[in-house]
């Protein structure tokens, strides 16, 4: 069954931060056993370790997972008062006449892969709506959407999701083209072998590696042949390019013009 596009994908968003967000830790004897709720609960656990039932439906409890409650979920959760949970909620409403599916992601909860990110948002919510200006509360809604868009990221992209040493190097190469990247480094960086890395780095990413170089490389002449004065053969070497003609010829092929349209078009 093919799930509905989320509403999150399209402007305006329909949600509404309905209460101050909350954080806290779980007492040691804690329990909960909630009535129906009245609106949508975003819940994510920062740390400690428990379980979490809805609808016959178990889910182990973990820094990092995130549920979207409904209105009339009734949740069942406890944890291990060695490990006491630290949990950040935030009440929301949707006003939209779309199904709850629309906002929830499938199954209801979700594991966040970037859980620096969830703190950090999080943390920031709080802060911020409790300043009690009008900014405060801004902010706080901005939070509450991307922490949203953040579930439905990790649900739709798994690929995304598993490979966090592959997304790093990706981020490394975009920041800096011009270094002598080679494949027996990158490869070496992921803690895989050179096959291994090539395989999954195009399953990432969608291309090989020396393609993705060669394409941010592209990207980033690009802006410096339109925003700073450096000269085509500056540029060049710069980049890596130890032959200005190839490096010439690779940008034409990528822009369809040669590197020296950027130039004139700047000059108009």
């Given at each position: 069954?093919?799930?509905?596009?989320?509403?999150?994908a399209?402007?305006?968003?329909?949600?509404r931060?309905?209460?101050?967000?909350?954080?806290?830790?779980?007492?040691?004897?804690?329990?909960?056993?909630?009535?129906?709720?009245?609106?949508?609960?975003?819940?994510?656990?920062?740390?400690?370790?428990?379980?979490l039932?809805?609808?016959?439906?178990?889910c182990?409890?973990?820094?990092g997972?995130?549920?979207?409650?409904?209105?009339?979920?009734?949740?069942?959760?406890?944890?291990?008062?060695?490990?006491?949970?630290?949990?950040?909620?935030m009440?929301?409403?949707?006003?939209?006449?779309?199904?709850?599916?629309?906002?929830?992601?499938?199954?209801?909860?979700?594991?966040?892969?970037?859980?620096?990110?969830?703190?950090?948002?999080?943390?920031?919510?709080?802060?911020?709506?409790?300043r009690?200006?009008?900014?405060?509360?801004?902010?706080?809604?901005?939070?509450?959407?991307?922490?949203?868009?953040?579930?439905?990221?990790?649900?739709?992209?798994?690929?995304?999701?598993a490979?966090?040493?592959?997304?790093?190097?990706?981020?490394?190469?975009?920041?800096?083209p011009?270094?002598?990247?080679?494949?027996?480094?990158?490869a070496?960086?992921?803690?895989?072998?050179?096959?291994?890395?090539?395989?999954?780095?195009?399953?990432y990413?969608?291309?090989?590696?020396?393609?993705?170089?060669?394409?941010?490389?592209?990207?980033?002449?690009?802006?410096?042949?339109?925003?700073?004065?450096?000269?085509?053969?500056?540029?060049?070497?710069?980049?890596?390019?130890?032959?200005?003609?190839?490096?010439?010829r690779q940008?034409?092929?990528?822009?369809?013009?040669?590197?020296?349209?950027?130039?004139?078009?700047?000059?108009?």
């Amino acid at each position: 069954m093919t799930h509905p596009e989320p509403m999150l994908a399209r402007l305006p968003l329909p949600v509404r931060l309905e209460s101050p967000p909350t954080y806290w830790r779980c007492e040691p004897a804690w329990s909960w056993l909630s009535r129906p709720l009245p609106d949508f609960l975003l819940w994510c656990v920062l740390d400690g370790v428990g379980e979490l039932t809805l609808d016959g439906r178990r889910c182990a409890l973990r820094p990092g997972v995130c549920a979207v409650f409904a209105p009339g979920d009734a949740p069942v959760a406890e944890h291990d008062p060695q490990r006491r949970l630290l949990v950040y909620g935030m009440h929301f409403s949707v006003h939209t006449t779309e199904p709850a599916e629309a906002i929830v992601p499938p199954g209801r909860w979700q594991s966040v892969s970037d859980l620096d990110l969830l703190a950090a948002v999080a943390r920031r919510c709080d802060s911020s709506y409790r300043r009690g200006d009008a900014l405060g509360r801004r902010q706080a809604q901005l939070g509450l959407e991307h922490l949203l868009c953040l579930l439905w990221e990790d649900n739709l992209h798994p690929v995304v999701r598993a490979d966090h040493r592959l997304a790093e190097i990706a981020e490394a190469i975009r920041l800096d083209p011009g270094r002598p990247w080679t494949v027996a480094e990158l490869a070496a960086r992921a803690a895989l072998s050179r096959a291994q890395f090539t395989r999954r780095f195009i399953a990432y990413t969608g291309e090989p590696p020396i393609r993705y170089l060669t394409r941010a490389r592209l990207d980033r002449a690009r802006h410096l042949l339109t925003e700073t004065d450096l000269t085509v053969a500056q540029v060049s070497a710069a980049l890596g390019y130890q032959d200005q003609s190839y490096f010439a010829r690779q940008y034409k092929r990528h822009t369809n013009h040669p590197p020296s349209h950027e130039r004139a078009t700047v000059g108009r």
